[in-house]
């Protein structure tokens, strides 16, 4: 079936420096590639996506590029802040059959950014 | 002016019993879900409807029914609570079925079963 995995994390970095989260997949076809974060105590929001191969996500000063060749989709941002310290959570829905609109999680990325 | 709302935030209840937690959404969205996220925040879908109808139930115990009384409402019913139902439940809806679409989320309900 279809699966995600993520980086381990916690990744703790201090402001200002870049951040790469590793994601890859398995899965068949073309599904479409998600980058979800969830800020403390609260629900999961979109922060970017890519539905085709080569298209890349951008949102907030982050970045994904969905590689059919290596299927990862790796996060990236090259300035982080304080503020970005939340969980991140890769994710893909499938292009089509039973499962169609479902999103499989990778396990989740805490990251905490320090002053 | 809350896109998918939860009740209740929070659930504490003793083992056997039965509770429900509901959902709603004011996006006009054909497509709800249900997703559970366990204490090491892995996030598994349950449940999702497509215009009232189910299209995905991820082997999940039958103790749990979903309920869609009309698109705008996806209620989920757990019975004979287990320790093992303790998570944090993310109700989740989206235009419609289909792959490239985005999930909206709920805050979540946070159940715990004493």
């Known amino acids: 079936g279809d699966s995600v995995t993520q980086m381990e994390g916690p990744v703790t970095l201090s402001e200002e420096a870049f951040l790469t989260i590793n994601c890859t997949y398995t899965a068949t076809g073309y599904p479409s590639l998600f980058w979800y974060v969830q800020y403390p105590g609260e629900g999961l929001q979109l922060l970017l996506k890519?539905?085709?191969?080569?298209d890349k996500g951008s949102n907030k000063g982050f970045e994904a590029t969905y590689r059919k060749e290596t299927t990862s989709f790796h996060l990236e941002k090259g300035s982080v802040q304080v503020s970005d310290s939340a969980v991140y959570f890769c994710a893909l829905s499938p292009a089509g059959g039973t499962s169609y609109g479902k999103l499989t999680f990778g396990q989740g990325t805490i990251l905490t950014v320090h002053p | 002016d809350t896109a998918v709302s939860q009740t209740p935030k929070y659930l504490v209840t003793q083992m056997g019993n039965d509770k429900s937690i509901k959902c709603e959404q004011n996006?006009?969205?054909?497509?709800m879900y249900w997703y559970k996220q366990d204490s090491k925040k892995f996030l598994k879908i349950m449940f999702s409807?497509?215009?009232?109808?189910?299209?995905i139930n991820e082997t999940v115990p039958n103790r749990f029914s979903p309920k869609s009384p009309d698109k705008a409402h996806l209620n989920l019913h757990i019975n004979s609570l287990e320790l093992g139902d303790s998570a944090v439940y993310f109700c989740a809806s989206s235009p419609r079925l289909a792959g490239g679409n985005t999930q909206y989320f709920g805050p979540g309900t946070r159940l715990t079963v004493l």
């Open positions: 409807y497509n215009n009232k109808e189910l299209i």
């Open positions: 996006l006009g969205h054909d497509t």
């Open positions: 890519a539905t085709k191969a080569d």
